[in-house]
Structure formats: structure tokens, C-alpha cells
């Protein structure tokens, strides 16, 4: 089945940094890549998803690009705020089938 | 708004115990799901069913059962709860061509 590695597992920026985070995935048959924000004590909601139709879309200050050959999926916040404190989960699937999450970021920005 | 209900949102139950979550749905979608989150191990797949009549094992299923009584309702059982089953449990959904799952608000489940 399905195996996304997410990296890092933490990490802490300054208020106004940029913040990346990477994830890889084991299936070439996947096809749609979610990334998912959980506030502490709330449940994951969708922030941005990418189809491999596509290699880069944005939405305000984040972005999401794609890199099929390697099969790697990253997640670009730029300016960051104190909401922007987190943990971040990136997802895999083939078409509408079930996901595979990566293991989750806690970010963290200072202000 | 059309949403993801978990009933109970805490539980505390002893080692041996049977317990069921619940999870039911407005928003109409046919797939639901059942994730386990632990530190530092993200979402992992339980149990989920694509319609009424189907159920299929996620990647952790066992020691785990689950119902689909209708399509808004799915059930997580623990037939016999023992410690390492403490952790936070969501239910989600998603619509026949649509990728993206809501979650709900989850169920913070604690065994003794």
C-alpha cells in the first residue's frame, strides 16, 4: 500500500520567515495530495490540495508543489503569523480513495 | 452546516471493557472513515466503508470492529479495550469523487 514520509517532525520560525515542509510518497498511482492544518485540540481541516495534473498551486501565503518524477509534495508558508502555529499533515491518494497520511509537523512560530 | 457528530467526546474505560464510538453525518457523503492519531504517528486508517454494505480494514484494524448501520452512521468498537488503545480517534467522511475528508471533532479515549 500507500507510505508518505513527512520531515520534518518540528519546527519553530520567527514571525514573517518562511516555513517548508516535505513529504514523499511510495505509489506512482497516487494522484491527489491534501495538506491538512490541526489547531491544538481541534480536528484537521483542508488548507490546500494539489492534483498531479498540476505542479504548483497557491492560495494567499501558501503554496503546495508537486514533483511527480520524484514523487515528493511539499508545503510553502511564507510570511508566517503566530496562527499560523500548528500541526500540519500531508496526505496521498489515488483518485477519491482512501488517504494516507504522513505522521504530522508541529510548527511553530515566534513571535 | 452539515457536519461530522463523535459521540462521546471523552471516555475513560478499564482494561477489558467493550466500548463503542459513534459517528454520524449531514453531510450526505457515502464514505466514511475511521482514523487513530498518536504523537508523533499522524492519521492512521482503522476501518472505513465505502457505502452501506461495505467494510474494509485500514492498516490498523485489529483488535477493532466496526458497523455501518446507515449512511450517516458508523460505528468503531473496542471489544476488549486494553491500554496501548488510548488515543485520540476521528471520524471522516468524503463524497464519491471528491478527495477532500472532514473530520470530526474527535473522541479522546482513555484506557486504565
Known amino acids: 500500500g500507500e507510505n508518505v514520509e513527512q520531515h520534518p517532525s518540528t519546527l519553530s520560525v520567527q514571525e514573517g520567515d518562511s516555513a517548508v515542509i516535505k513529504c514523499t510518497y511510495s505509489?506512482?498511482?497516487?494522484?491527489?495530495f491534501p495538506w491538512y492544518k490541526q489547531e491544538l485540540g481541534k480536528r484537521p481541516q483542508l488548507i490546500i490540495d494539489i492534483r498531479s495534473n498540476v505542479g504548483e498551486k497557491k492560495d494567499q501565503r501558501i503554496a503546495v508543489t508537486l514533483n511527480k518524477t520524484a514523487k515528493h509534495f511539499s508545503l510553502h508558508i511564507t510570511e508566517t503569523q503566530p496562527e499560523d502555529s500548528a500541526v500540519y499533515f500531508c496526505a496521498a491518494s489515488i483518485g477519491d480513495s482512501r488517504l494516507t497520511f504522513g505522521e504530522g509537523t508541529q510548527l511553530t512560530v515566534n513571535p | 452546516d452539515a457536519d461530522v457528530t463523535q459521540t462521546p467526546r471523552n471516555r475513560i474505560t478499564k482494561t477489558g471493557k467493550r466500548i463503542m464510538l459513534e459517528c454520524s453525518q449531514t453531510k450526505g457523503h457515502d464514505r466514511m472513515y475511521w482514523y487513530r492519531q498518536d504523537p508523533g504517528l499522524g492519521l492512521r486508517l482503522i476501518y472505513y466503508?465505502?457505502?452501506?454494505?461495505?467494510?474494509n480494514k485500514g492498516e490498523i484494524s485489529d483488535g477493532y470492529s466496526v458497523s455501518r448501520q446507515a449512511q450517516a452512521k458508523f460505528s468503531l468498537s473496542l471489544e476488549s479495550a486494553i491500554p496501548n488503545q488510548t488515543a485520540l480517534y476521528f471520524c471522516?467522511?468524503?463524497?464519491?469523487?471528491?478527495?477532500?475528508?472532514?473530520f470530526g471533532q474527535g473522541t479522546r479515549l482513555t484506557v486504565v
Open positions: 471522516a467522511t468524503s463524497g464519491l469523487g471528491q478527495g477532500e475528508a472532514f
Open positions: 466503508s465505502f457505502d452501506v454494505k461495505d467494510i
Open positions: 505509489d506512482s498511482a497516487s494522484n491527489y
